[in-house]
């Protein structure tokens, strides 16, 4: 139950700050409105490594079905604990949405663009394209896993782990993240687009459905390729 919870209140800490880093950035009337893609980044590094340092030693810090199912496939964690995870990232990013969308329910209001509002809680392409944008997220939580299983396995400090994933996920934000908005994690994509179908969000439009699978298998896959390459090469 203490990893249960320690992945459940992870999640929801991390979906919470980073996605309202994006609020704060996209939403009208926000006062750190049209601040730019170095808040959001920043934010949502920021919001990785907190909970890592909070929980780091209680449940490994997955937060993200693309890393619990990457370290499954590779050994490094156990099956029998897999589907635990999986409902408890789940649910800590449903609770964030929740309260991110009282948080600022005001700036829905004042916002009028449907997809502004959808970007708050899920992430969208910059140029629809299915393959490409398949292809993109696959990259992405390849480099998300690769990164991790080597950041883990050089064993250091336990407090230099989080500002090290820290760093990685600031980084793919930078340098990869402008074509999807960067899921690289189905729970923190899934569970907030339910919430945002399932809220009564002032204005608000299509959940974009059609488009949903993808910030989900991608990262699956690409999360898996990223953690066996890095087991096959250096282990």
């Known amino acids: 139950m203490e990893t249960f919870l320690a992945e459940l209140f992870g999640t929801f800490i991390m979906v919470l700050l980073g996605d309202g880093a994006v609020a704060n950035v996209i939403l009208k009337k926000s006062k750190a409105e049209n601040s730019g893609w170095i808040v959001i980044t920043a934010g949502w590094a ?13 449940s490994g810090a997955h937060f993200n079905p693309a890393v619990t199912l990457g370290l499954a496939v590779i050994g490094k964690f156990a099956w029998s604990h897999v589907a635990g995870y999986l409902v408890a990232q789940f649910i800590g990013a449903f609770l ?21 509002k959808l970007g708050v809680f899920s992430t969208g392409p ?8 398949f292809l993109g997220e696959f990259v992405n939580t390849f480099v998300l896993l690769f ?9 250091m400090a336990p407090g230099l782990m989080g500002l090290a994933i820290g760093i990685l996920i600031f980084a793919i934000g930078l340098s990869l993240g402008g074509t999807t908005g960067y899921a690289i994690n189905p729970a923190r994509d899934l569970a907030p687009r339910i919430a945002h179908a399932l809220l009564p969000i002032p204005g608000k439009g299509s959940s974009d459905w059609s488009y949903a699978w993808i910030p989900v298998v991608a990262p699956i896959l690409g999360g898996i390729c990223g953690a066996l390459t890095y087991m096959l090469i250096f282990q």
């Open 96 to 116: 964030a949405a929740v309260v991110l969308f009282l948080h600022f329910y005001k700036h829905f209001e004042a916002t009028d663009d449907p997809a502004t």
């Open 46 to 58: 920021f919001a990785v490594s907190l909970p890592v340092w909070i929980f780091g030693s209680v």
């Open 147 to 155: 990164g991790i299983v080597g950041i883990v396995s050089q064993k």
């Open 126 to 133: 910059a140029i629809r394209s299915y393959f490409f944008n």
